[in-house]
Structures are given as C-alpha cells and as structure tokens.
C-alpha cells in the first residue's frame, strides 16, 4: 500500500513558475523511479519527467530546459519545479512511482496546473 500526495498546483501566469511536490508513503523499496505524468483536456496522459533512485533524470522533449526534476529520499519525496510555464502546459500534474524490481506502480490524485494569459 503506497500512498502518493501531491501539493503546490494553482493558477498562474505565462512566464511563471511553480514547484510540485510529491510525498510517498507506505512500503516503497529502496530501488524506485518517481516522476510526473500530465494529461491535458482532450489528451492522452503523458510523461512528464522521471528521476531514479540515484538520481538519474529524464525529461520530454517539450519541457526539456524549462522543468527540473529532483528527489529527496530520506523525505521520501520527489520535485519538479515548472519554470517559463506555457499555456501549453496547462493539465492535471500525476505523481508516478514505480518499482524497479516486480511490476508494482502507484499513482498520485493529481494537482491541476493552469497557465493563464
């Protein structure tokens, strides 16, 4: 049973920035990639960003410079920290984890991003 919570979506303006967090909880193995999905009205959900345990990035070609993923492990949690937001980026924010070993993954509930001219 693991458990993910998102916080730090809203509201804000092209050109803007804004950091989501994500705290896990449960039994999550040491060996984890976290990361974030998106999903846009009308789209399919999409990977976002994802990092591994140690620390190995990767990021979508549309967010590539702009979005920054990092992770804490002791607070077991997992950032992303949205710089130069687009509308374009307007979407529900998912935090994902997944196992390295097994097939076990979890998701968060979401938080809703919205640029707005």
């Known amino acids: 049973q693991v458990q993910l919570v998102e916080s730090g979506g809203g509201l804000v303006q092209p050109g803007g920035s804004l950091r989501l967090s994500c705290a896990a909880s449960?039994?999550?193995?040491?060996?984890?990639?976290m990361g974030w999905y998106r999903q846009a009205p009308g789209k399919q959900r999409e990977l976002v960003a994802d990092i591994s345990s140690g620390g190995s990035p990767n990021y979508a070609d549309s967010v590539k410079g702009r979005f920054t993923i990092s992770r804490d492990n002791t607070k077991k949690t997992v950032y992303l920290q949205l710089n130069s937001l687009k509308p374009e980026d307007t979407a529900v924010y998912y935090c994902?984890?997944?196992?390295?070993?097994?097939?076990?993954?979890?998701w968060g509930q979401g938080t809703q991003v919205t640029v707005s001219s």
């Open positions: 994902h984890l997944r196992m390295t070993y097994g097939s076990s993954t979890s």
């Open positions: 449960g039994r999550i193995f040491r060996l984890n990639t």
